[in-house]
C-alpha cells in the first residue's frame, strides 16, 4: 500500500446492501470483514474518478456498473480484528445507534482512500456510517391484513403436551425399532 491520502465523507448516498451486523466470512476467516455496498450518484461518482485520476491509479476496486448505475462496495477488518461482531453506526445527530442501514436507506460514510501496490488500484476503506434516514418498512404484518384463522400470540399457550404416557409403550419394547426398514 502507498500514497496514503485523507478519509473523506460522502454526501447522503442510497444503500443497496449492506453486512454489518456480524462480519461476512464468505471467503473464509483471514478474510472476513464488515461492508457496505452504495449507490453513486453523479457526484461521487465524479469526485472517485478524479481521485482516481489524481493518484495515478488504474482502477477503483469495489466499484462497478449494475441496473440501477454504478455501485461502490467499501469494506474493513478493522473492527473484525478488534473482535467487535456489528459495525458501530450513528444517526443523523451524531449519536451512538444500534440501528443498521440496509437497502434503501439513505447513509453518509466516511471512506478511506489507499492505494494499492501490487495492481496500483485505489480501495477506499470504511471507517464509519452516519445513519441519514431509515426506509420504511412494513414489519407489523407484512403488508397482510387481519382474517380469522390461527392466532400465532397464542401458539406456545395452546400446544397440547405431546409427551406419551408412561404406559403407552411398554417397558420390555424397543419403541417399535424392529420394524424400522433400515
Request: hydrophobic residues 30%.
Amino acid at each position: 500500500m502507498k500514497n496514503k491520502t485523507e478519509s473523506f465523507v460522502t454526501e447522503t448516498v442510497e444503500v443497496k446492501w449492506s453486512h454489518l451486523h456480524k462480519p461476512d466470512d464468505k471467503f473464509g476467516a483471514d478474510a472476513s470483514n464488515h461492508n457496505i455496498t452504495i449507490i453513486l450518484d453523479k457526484e461521487l461518482e465524479q469526485k472517485l474518478e478524479d481521485l482516481q485520476r489524481e493518484l495515478g491509479c488504474d482502477k477503483i476496486n469495489g466499484m462497478k456498473e449494475v441496473e440501477e448505475g454504478m455501485t461502490l462496495k467499501a469494506k474493513t477488518k478493522l473492527y473484525v480484528k478488534k473482535n467487535v461482531k456489528t459495525f458501530p453506526c450513528v444517526d443523523a445527530n451524531a449519536n451512538t445507534t444500534t440501528a443498521l442501514p440496509f437497502n434503501g436507506d439513505k447513509v453518509k460514510l466516511k471512506l478511506f482512500p489507499i492505494v494499492i501496490s501490487r495492481d496500483n488500484s485505489l480501495s477506499l476503506f470504511l471507517n464509519g456510517i452516519q445513519i441519514i434516514e431509515k426506509n420504511e418498512r412494513d414489519y407489523d404484518g407484512g403488508g397482510f391484513e387481519a382474517t380469522d384463522g390461527f392466532d400465532g400470540s397464542t401458539f406456545e399457550a395452546e400446544q397440547p403436551d405431546r409427551t406419551p404416557p408412561e404406559d403407552a409403550i411398554p417397558a420390555d419394547s424397543d419403541g417399535g425399532a424392529d420394524d424400522l426398514p433400515f
